[in-house]
């Protein structure tokens, strides 16, 4: 829950459009009518967007930060970051207990607030080890509070508009990042130690923002706490148990173990937009090198525009299955196109690839809005932190061996390899299917 001192009551209602005053300029009002009308919603995305531009420049320039200016070799970078990321896998579920057992707000701005420190940390970095664990307590506190977070959106939003709202948040992420980039862009440009030293502590100095945004951000008075709780929704047992109990209830839930894993089969499609469509591109096909920017400025758009709609009918968790079901068999369809792309014409061969990427990008919004949707519905209204927290650590798994394991696939295997990704992710997305009716059987038992 919230800190007592702090705690006040959301709206648990959006407000018409109608209710935002349209006076000012053309420009005001198309900005306002962007706008999303649930005002929580709004704070979320403020916070989001901060967030995020500081993300995005420092992805723009962390790798030429860490090489130039710190010093390490490729293989150095590359070993700090793969340890990084297992640090991240295991922070996850002891982040999400934390939420249940002191408050998803509280323990979520001190993860934030640790990360200020932590990134901006970097620039006192002068040894190999010392980068090792730093990068390893960062991407701790990282991967943790992304667990955190998610477990806050149900305390800040009613069960209804959960989905929804992390759609309107991703796409406020995608125009975030891309912000960040191109100011990353001027950085890369200029090119000079102090730049770079400047926009890891921007970066830095984004954090302690949006760790005091977050503290000041209103809590749902009127959602019964887990303590609360029991009934229909509780499966497996006294909510207080779940919450303050040793065992994590998230890891004794069978179904929803099952769903975590294969959600994290179908974010396997990251790493195939990210790594694996680049090193076909330029490695196996004649199509010009732009044409890596151009995938992923067209996976951006189409992320923007659809990400929201992909989420209605997602309510209910059997609609939700197929809806993942759907994004799994088109991830595959994805797949073979771009394995297509050997041997076409340069031109040809960017327009199917560049087609592949469109086709990836609608079924990577689809799988999105299914997943998001199941790792609410089948954890109920009860301890969302630990189940946040697991479901967390399975994204993060993906993440981590992700980029290996489709490198390795697509650049050693070729067509093969390309055909073994999409099988795995059309079966990871139909599979979602009988693993909700599980726990819907599981449900109705208990």
């Not at 191109?182 to 502590?201: F, H, S």
């Not at 040793?246 to 994290?264: E, H, I, M, Q, W």
């Not at 690839?353 to 790792?375: K, Y």
């Amino acid at each position: 829950m919230t800190t007592p001192s702090a705690e006040t009551s959301a709206p648990s209602s959006a407000v018409p459009e109608s209710a935002v005053p349209e006076s000012g300029g053309g420009l005001a009002r198309a900005v306002r009518r962007r706008l999303h009308p649930d005002p929580t919603v709004r704070r979320l995305a403020a916070i989001t967007l901060v967030n995020t531009v500081g993300n995005g420049l420092s992805l723009a320039v962390s790798v030429l930060f860490f090489t130039r200016v710190l010093g390490l070799s490729a293989a150095q970078l590359g070993f700090g970051m793969t340890a990084a990321g297992l640090c991240g896998v295991v922070a996850s579920v002891p982040a999400g207990r934390a939420a249940d057992r002191w408050g998803a707000r509280r323990v979520l701005v001190a993860l934030i607030s640790l990360e200020a420190v932590g990134t901006a940390g970097y620039a006192l970095v002068h040894s190999y080890p010392a980068f090792v664990a730093l990068a390893c307590a960062v991407a701790a506190v990282d991967r943790g509070s992304t667990a955190v977070r998610n477990a806050l959106y149900a305390e800040v939003l009613p069960a209804d508009r959960r989905v929804a709202g992390r759609a309107y948040l991703r796409v406020v992420t995608n125009a975030g990042i891309c912000a960040g980039t191109a100011l990353g862009a001027i950085a890369l440009q200029v090119d000079t130690r102090p730049v770079y030293l400047t926009a890891i502590l921007v970066n830095a100095a984004s954090f302690v923002i949006v760790a005091g945004m977050f503290h000041r951000l209103p809590v749902l008075a009127d959602r019964p706490s887990g303590r609360q709780e029991r009934g229909a929704g509780d499966r497996t047992g006294d909510g207080a148990e779940e919450r303050t109990g040793r065992s994590n209830p998230a890891l004794r839930d069978g179904p929803f173990l099952v769903v975590t894993v294969l959600n994290a089969l179908l974010g396997l499609q990251f790493s195939v937009l990210e790594v694996g469509v680049p090193l076909w591109i330029v490695k196996e096909t004649d199509a010009p090198r732009i044409t890596v920017a151009g995938t992923l400025i067209v996976n951006t758009v189409l992320v923007i525009a659809l990400q929201v709609r992909a989420t209605k009918g997602t309510e209910d968790p059997a609609t939700a299955a197929r809806v993942c079901g759907r994004a799994g068999v088109i991830l595959a369809g994805a797949c073979v196109v771009i394995a297509l792309v050997h041997g076409l014409p340069p031109i040809v061969a960017a327009v199917v690839v560049l087609g592949g990427v469109a086709l990836q990008s609608f079924g990577e919004v689809l799988g999105q809005a299914g997943g998001w949707a199941l790792s609410y519905d089948l954890a109920g209204e009860r301890a969302h932190g630990a189940y946040q927290g697991v479901y967390n650590a399975g994204t993060a798994a993906a993440l981590m061996i992700g980029p290996a394991l489709v490198s390795t696939a697509v650049i050693g295997y070729g067509l093969l390899g390309w055909a073994v990704l999409g099988a795995v992710l059309a079966a990871a997305g139909l599979a979602m299917g009988p693993a909700v009716r599980w726990a819907g059987r599981r449900e109705r038992n208990a």
